[in-house]
């Protein structure tokens, strides 16, 4: 059985995204890059939904580095139900059940799958309990009102077992959770 590993960037008051806010936040750093590049060369299925391949589509070359390239070679799934066609290579849209779909894909896929953005594939998967790994990288900015797509908003409680951590560039944190499965503490 294959893991699904969601990987969100964020500030620390938990926006996924802000309307003033560079790319990374504006702290982009070595170790960050070497991360990324760690990561995306790593055997994977990519899940993404339609507004973040529209994103990641509609760069422009200028901001596409290698990165970009890996992205382009590996299996990626965008889960759409009015995206027809995509234009990047081994790319497929499903228009079914995302939850059935990620089941089959965790059952009988021979790589792990890792979702990019795309929260609110994150958030079905979280609360379906489909979610391995839930990888946080946590910028240290607090954006406030400029906040864009708050992550956890409406998603169920659960809790989770911290299973690493480590800051990049002395100033972005990378912590990584697993589901328990367990009801939260209540009082």
């Known amino acids: 059985m294959q893991t699904l590993t969601v990987d969100v960037f964020l500030s620390v008051d938990g926006w996924a995204g802000s309307a003033v806010s560079p790319g990374f936040f504006g702290y982009p750093g070595p170790e960050l890059e070497r991360w990324i590049d760690a990561e995306s060369a790593l055997p994977r299925t990519v899940v993404l939904g339609r507004r973040t391949y529209e994103a990641l589509a509609g760069l422009p070359d200028q901001a596409r580095g290698d990165t970009t390239g890996r992205l382009l070679a590996t299996d990626k799934v965008v889960f759409s ?107």
């Open 81 to 187: 139900k009015t995206l027809g066609t995509t234009s990047w290579p081994n790319t497929r849209v499903c228009r079914d059940d995302l939850l059935g779909e990620i089941t089959r894909l965790k059952r009988y896929g021979d790589v792990p799958l890792r979702t990019m953005g795309s929260l609110s594939v994150a958030r079905q998967l979280l609360d379906a309990h489909l979610v391995d790994r839930l990888r946080l990288m946590t910028f240290p900015l607090l954006v406030g009102a400029s906040g864009r797509e708050p992550l956890f908003e409406d998603v169920a409680s659960a809790d989770l077992e911290l299973v690493g951590h480590r800051a990049l560039d002395g100033r972005v944190l990378l912590i990584e959770y697993r589901p328990t499965g367990r009801d939260i503490p209540r009082a």
